[in-house]
């Protein structure tokens, strides 16, 4: 059965072969991930996988409960054959500084972990052995972005931060567990995926006003599936290894993007800020929602306010950035606000820049907005295809008082010096009005 099951690899195959070629630039793209192997069953292929890469190496398969039950049982059983291997299945997994000691003093006498879980014991597992200087490879158990990331989520003190660590020397997808994950962890994956549109938006804009960094390279790799991903969209809760073979590629490539260019751009403009905002600001109301689930709202309100922008005939006029201080004092108290205050003044319109950015807004506007319309879907198309995958959609589906969601959509450009379409909309007076209707 293992031999002959269907690789749905695609793409990822080329680039863990070194033999894509970049259209764009005409240069071949390495990854930092030896193997990514996505398909329709790799049972019976586990030991294979993990000799390849870890060859005489001692190894602990971590899992939890859970997923062990949904994998992590059978790869340790896969693997005792390779002799010297462990199993730590971790009752209460949790990617804090303490969580990861844990996990570490657990599995010390390990010289590589084989992570089989999302989340939790994914990350800890990557976070654990770039402290201790070892390696790991990720089973994984859900379709996300998470597994080809170089970083990990780490909790301290109940505040998130993603930190930069190493890259599994393999991620193994068999999307016949996938199909069997929580229909919530699928709904969120293609929530944090269809993000790439207003993603994409938010960095070419700032690139065309501002001549910041910009690359094609992840957005190009992305293009040969989204269409795909979002028309087999009402295929993804029914268990469509199709489906989900084309989700679980786009997210590992939106994955894969920070390794192309070098920063997280690509994939998290302002619907990531709004969704970190609610992480941040949120306190004891947060409803619990995950990472994917408020990307996705934000994503739809950052679609509506793109797609609004960016078919009027005329640009909108901007004015100098005004930074409400006493306001955000207000909100945030004034150690947030600081740090704020440092973020927003390193993209504020300065009088002079602004009159330059209207002058050329008033003589290129076709262009510009032609342009950021070609990468742009439709609002109706993205509300469509996010309703038919289960997503949430609106900020009470989230569970969220729509005054703290328009506090969000308000407030949460200050948080980063990047420049997004919430900017475009604060410094051009029309952030207020939309932030009320999109809450
Ligand atoms: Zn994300």
């Known amino acids: 059965m293992s031999a002959v099951s269907k690789s749905y690899g695609g793409v990822l195959d080329e680039l863990v072969a070194g033999t894509w070629v970049d259209p764009t630039t005409g240069r071949r793209c390495s990854i930092p991930?030896?193997?990514?192997?996505?398909?329709?069953?790799?049972?019976?292929?586990?030991?294979?996988?993990i000799a390849s890469r870890h060859a005489g190496k001692r190894i602990t398969v971590v899992s939890d409960p859970f997923t062990r039950k949904a994998l992590g049982e059978r790869v340790f059983t896969a693997l005792r054959n390779l002799g010297q291997v462990d199993e730590f299945v971790w009752e209460r997994p949790r990617c804090t500084p303490e969580g990861v000691e844990e996990?570490?003093?657990?599995?010390?006498?390990?010289?590589?972990?084989?992570?089989v879980g999302s989340g939790?014991?994914?990350?800890s597992v990557k976070y654990a052995t770039f402290l201790d200087k070892r390696e790991y490879s990720v089973f994984a158990t859900s379709p996300m972005n998470a597994y080809t990331t170089p970083t990990a989520s780490v909790s301290f003190d109940g505040f998130k931060k993603s930190i930069t660590c190493h890259s599994a020397k393999g991620a193994f997808f068999d999307l016949g567990v996938i199909a069997k994950c929580p229909p919530r962890l699928i709904s969120a994956a293609f929530a944090d995926v269809v993000c790439r549109t207003t993603a994409q938006v938010d960095?070419?804009?700032?690139?065309?006003?501002?001549?910041?960094?910009?690359?094609?390279?992840?957005?190009?790799?992305?293009?040969?599936?989204?269409?795909?991903?979002?028309?087999?969209a009402s295929n993804l809760l029914n268990g469509d290894i199709e489906a989900l073979?084309?989700?679980?590629?786009?997210?590992?490539?939106?994955?894969?993007?920070?390794?192309?260019?070098?920063?997280?751009?690509?994939?998290?403009?302002?619907e990531h800020m709004i969704s970190h905002f609610i992480d941040m600001f949120a306190g004891k109301n947060h409803p619990g929602t995950s990472h994917g689930e408020q990307v996705g709202v934000a994503t739809l309100t950052m679609s509506r306010l793109q797609n609004a922008i960016l078919r009027a005939d005329e640009p909108p006029r901007l004015r100098p950035t005004v930074i409400p201080v006493p306001e955000l004092n207000r909100y945030f108290g004034a150690e947030t606000t600081s740090t704020m205050i440092e973020q927003a003044e390193r993209k504020a319109l300065a009088p002079a820049q602004t009159d330059r950015l209207n002058r050329r807004l008033a003589e290129n506007w076709d262009d510009i907005a032609g342009r950021l319309r070609a990468v742009m879907r439709p609002y109706d198309e993205l509300h469509a295809a996010m309703r038919i995958a289960g997503c949430q959609l609106t900020a009470s589906d989230l569970g969220l008082d729509p005054a703290f969601y328009q506090c969000a959509v308000r407030h949460s450009r200050f948080i980063r010096d990047r420049f997004t379409m919430l900017d475009f909309a604060g410094d051009s007076d029309s952030l207020e009005s939309f932030a009320r209707e999109a809450a």
């Open 33 to 49: 991930i030896e193997d990514i192997v996505v398909a329709e069953c790799l049972q019976g292929r586990e030991a294979e996988l």
């Open 245 to 270: 073979g084309t989700l679980t590629r786009v997210s590992a490539i939106m994955g894969l993007g920070t390794s192309f260019t070098g920063t997280t751009h690509c994939g998290s403009m302002a």
């Open 203 to 232: 960095w070419l804009m700032s690139h065309l006003l501002f001549d910041t960094p910009y690359s094609d390279t992840p957005y190009v790799l992305l293009s040969y599936d989204e269409d795909k991903m979002i028309a087999s």
């Open 120 to 123: 939790s014991v994914s990350d």
């Open 103 to 115: 996990l570490s003093q657990a599995t010390r006498s390990a010289e590589a972990l084989v992570a």
